[in-house]
């Protein structure tokens, strides 16, 4: 998967299932891509020093909002962050962000409270921005990128630290952290297949 054309990855998520279950058919060729990608995707946290461009960064952005969002809120924006300065503080800040700063790029996604539904439906900004930034690493794998998950939110003092470092706005909520970049490593995905943990009824 790692020299897939990129456009794959704009396809890679919502379009996929979506277009195939509305048609009733299903591109056989597309399937096997987009269920490969799923079952090899791991975390990679250590990078090569190549640079990610501005066109490919766009396209993992276009990618993340192609995710499903209650209501279609949208309630996410995306802080791009290229600045060594704040990628070394990111990183010695962050317990487990380390790799911030060898990374060519990180992506911030971020739940904006300007757009977060009321009442009990608020914290659904969670799982939209969740959605978001699951495309992004689907997409980053499909394209020959590594990329991690880190976690941010709801950790009061990540979310401080992250705002503060990376001027973020006061309506913006960090999610989490995504450092990207091309592998430097080539670890197993791991096979988390348990089918005793499924209950039909």
Known sequence: MKHKAPFIAAILIAALFISACSSGKTDRN???SVLDAIATRTSIRAYSDKPVDKKTVSTLLKAGMAAPTAMNTRPWVFYVVRDKAMMEEISCTLPYT???KDAAVLIVPCGDRERFLTGEGMTYWV???????????????AMGLGAV????YPIRERITDVSRILDIAPEHVPLCVIPIGYPAENPEPKDKWEPERIFYR
């Open 149 to 152: 998950w880190t976690g941010v």
């Open 127 to 141: 799982q939209d921005v969740s959605a978001a930034t699951e495309n992004i690493l689907l997409a980053a794998h």
């Open 98 to 100: 380390k790799m911030a």
């Open 30 to 32: 597309l399937q096997d």
